[in-house]
């Protein structure tokens, strides 16, 4: 099973360990585009205009920080990702709490999306970085559009013939959609809140707190050690750990699609 995961927003402050090395990146295929993607990334960050760079990755005022840091990449020191990124899904999946067997599944498994390196494993050790998916940089354009080609050869090698969860947002979503028997064997998730209104249950999609949710379900797997074969294992599985899930009607060709409904969030 191949789990595709956003990045977040909120990183570590600093790595610990050595600088970025390409040569010790998973999905090495990837190393020409990320390579060119922080050569212009670096140079947006330490050129003269500090106004056209926070425009160009929607950074405000105060957030000239992250410029700088984004100058010294090829210098900075380096933190696995699974430890690098602490935002709410993050937090929810608790990596370091996993036992063993499911620290050791998780890193076989999970792929994290980002706007600077394409996808990476959690333990390719990258540096604290700010690039997301909706910038565009000089030489190198839109990254959504930029990745889309790079990743998909990349990303179908790596689902390999097992089933694949993506829990990725719809922004990072757009850089590879499952084609073909691929995409029969993808599983996308909307977490959906249902609460009782004057007696009546209704359901609306949450936004900040399905990152939470969607955490829990990566460890709940993780920690029941599941390995389904199919989509329709994986979507059983999710009943079998007592998740509410109802399938969607899609489109043929079209990765399948479950509501994932929660009461409390």
């Known amino acids: 099973m191949l789990i595709l995961l956003p990045p977040s927003e909120g990183k570590a402050d600093t790595g610990t360990g050595r600088r970025w090395d390409p040569d010790r990146m998973s999905l090495p295929e990837l190393n020409p585009a ?4 922080l050569d212009a990334l670096v140079a947006l960050c330490a050129g003269p205009d500090e106004a056209a760079a926070r425009a160009a990755l929607g950074l405000s005022e105060g957030q000239g920080g992250e410029l700088r ?14 430890r690098l990124y602490t935002g709410v899904l993050y937090e929810a999946l608790d990596l370091a709490s996993l036992p063993a067997p499911a ?19 959690l333990a390719d050790r990258i540096p604290p970085y700010r690039c997301p998916i909706g910038a565009r940089l000089p030489g190198v354009g839109a990254l959504s559009a930029y990745w889309r080609t790079a990743l998909a050869p ?16 719809g922004a990072y979503a757009a850089t590879w959609t499952p084609r073909g028997d691929l995409a029969a ?9 249902e609460r009782q209104v004057d007696g009546v249950p209704v359901r609306s999609v949450v936004s900040h707190f ?36 109802l399938e969607q009607s899609v489109a043929p060709g079209r990765p399948r699609q ?8």
């Open 210 to 245: 399905n990152k939470a949710t969607k955490g829990r379900l990566v460890r709940d797997l993780l920690v029941a050690g599941v390995r389904p074969r199919t989509a329709d294992d994986l979507i059983g599985a999710l009943r079998e750990l007592k998740h509410t899930v």
């Open 258 to 265: 479950v509501d994932l409904v929660v009461t409390e969030l």
């Open 34 to 37: 990320r390579e060119q993607v």
């Open 154 to 169: 990349a990303l179908t090698a790596a689902a390999g013939t097992g089933p694949v969860l993506d829990l990725r947002s």
């Open 69 to 82: 840091r984004n100058a010294r990449l090829r210098a900075a020191a380096t933190a696995p990702a699974g």
């Open 185 to 193: 064997r993808t599983v996308t998730v909307r977490v959906l809140h």
């Open 103 to 121: 620290q050791r599944a998780a890193r076989r498994s999970v792929l994290i999306s980002s706007g600077l390196w394409g996808a990476v494993r």
